[in-house]
């Protein structure tokens, strides 16, 4: 039997980072992640710099900014040419790699260093299959694993409801052909045929509680008549009001009624009290196997969801539903029971992991281990965090301490100044208040700081400048790096 510490990333997909019972969030129940969180490090001001599942996922697997990793922005059907990611050194390192459940990468089935790829992603994968002329079926281990069980016609989309909608219903199906049972089952799998005598990295990545919102029915139900909060609204939704499209049930801003938005909320929170119940299943399967002492764990999402939030949904803003992420971490050596409050982001997972197993980290990798934190430790990460995605043709830049956030909209200029401290739901926008100038100049200085030499030209590394186009990382499909991000990357 090794010795070296194995490692597991439970990773979901669009959970907000309020949505832990632990957090005090007043309606879902999370009382197995609540556990974990127990013996480990809770970091309350974690965030997707990128919030959207491809730049995410970049920051997660390459340690690397989105400046750096060249997708600023959501495009599908570009090619994932990292030569040094978090499996890869691992590998390297002499781990048993495996991958089970979304990865949301191209071509889809790139390994990007996992030794073995078990794969489901139905949001990213059916939709780049289907655009090529490919059967999904080709590309998708769950979907052939599903008609095994249910028959050859047998797929997750019959009953309607699509990947980005708002539209909720129960799962149609019996609960074990769920995709969250699959990566579960798969994961688990995994650890009984493991080779022994070597340390493994496990990466469970579920697709939940992304739409779409179809839990199973009693996860469902336990929420569809739950008292719940009305989502804040703040006092400036005008400013993407140009942006509703409230005949389109997979809208980023819109409004919906009563009825509609409760049982949104209801699979939401039912997907995710779904994905707590089969962790705490995979997790019982390391105490099963005598390797839960030596794991370190990592739970981690690749982003937010707004659900409702400012007459918001999906991702990709920078406000605190879409950007802000749970990430919990613990294992051997570990303080129990500690909360952080430093601003930590998805690069910093792969210099932790890296550092616990005592591998070499990457000269491109541009993150901070967060080892020391989860042993007590209360060193400085950052001073603050610079974030960026691509929404409605312009580039939305944002920076925060966890104090306060600052937002530039690239098209118009606008800005946005909200006190977290007092104003957590970032209802009121004090960037035209006289008491908040300085703080509102401090904060631009550092976004002009931030975006000096850039490809797009937002600065002259004096003021900024709006309307100009939006990153040429994205203006073909290739490679989406900048020219001379792809030289440095490729030395």
Known sequence: ???????????????????????????????????????????????SASPTCIPARASLHTGMSAASHGRVGYKDLVPWNYEVTLAGELTRAGYQTQAVGKMHVYPERTQLGFQNVILHSPTGIVRTARQQGKDPGLVDDYLPWLRQQLGRDATYFDHGVDSNSYVARPWDKPEHTHPTNFV????????????????????????????????????????LNAPMPDPPTGDWQDYYAEFEDPANSSAGVTQIDETMLRRARAGYYGHITHVDQQISYLLAELDHYGVAENTYICFISDHGE???????????????????????????????????????????????LLECAGAPTPDQVEGHSLRDITRGGSEPVRA????????????????????????????????????????PHETHNLATDPAWADTLTTWRA????????????????????????????????????PPRLTAWLSR
């Open 306 to 352: 707004m659900l409702g939030d400012h007459h918001m949904f999906r991702k990709g803003y920078p406000y605190e539903g879409s950007a802000r992420i749970p990430m919990l971490i613990s294992g051997p050596g570990m303080k129990p029971g500690h909360v952080s409050d430093e601003v930590v982001e998805l690069r910093d997972i792969m210099p932790t």
């Open 384 to 423: 603050y965090l610079h974030g960026e995605h691509l929404m409605f043709g312009q580039s939305l830049q944002w920076l925060t301490d966890t104090h306060s956030k600052y937002v530039w909209m690239s098209a118009t200029g606008r800005e946005q100044l909200f006190d977290l401290d007092h104003d």
């Open 184 to 223: 579960a089952t798969q994961a688990a799998d995994f650890l009984r045929r493991r080779d022994p005598r070597k340390p493994f990295f496990l990466f469970a990545s579920f697709n939940a509680p992304h739409p779409p919102y179809d839990p199973p029915e009693w996860a469902f139900q336990q929420y």
């Open 446 to 481: 550092r976004l002009i700081q931030e975006l000096t030499g850039r490809e797009e030209g937002f600065t002259d590394g004096r003021q900024l400048f709006p309307g100009r186009p939006v990153s040429p990382c994205l203006a073909h499909a290739t490679d989406p790096r």
């Open 1 to 47: 039997m090794t010795e070296q510490p194995n490692i597991l990333v439970l990773m979901v997909d669009q959970w907000r980072g309020d949505c832990l019972s632990a957090a005090g969030h007043p309606v879902v129940k999370t009382p197995y992640l609540d556990r974990l969180a127990a013996r480990g490090t809770r970091f309350t001001h974690a965030y």
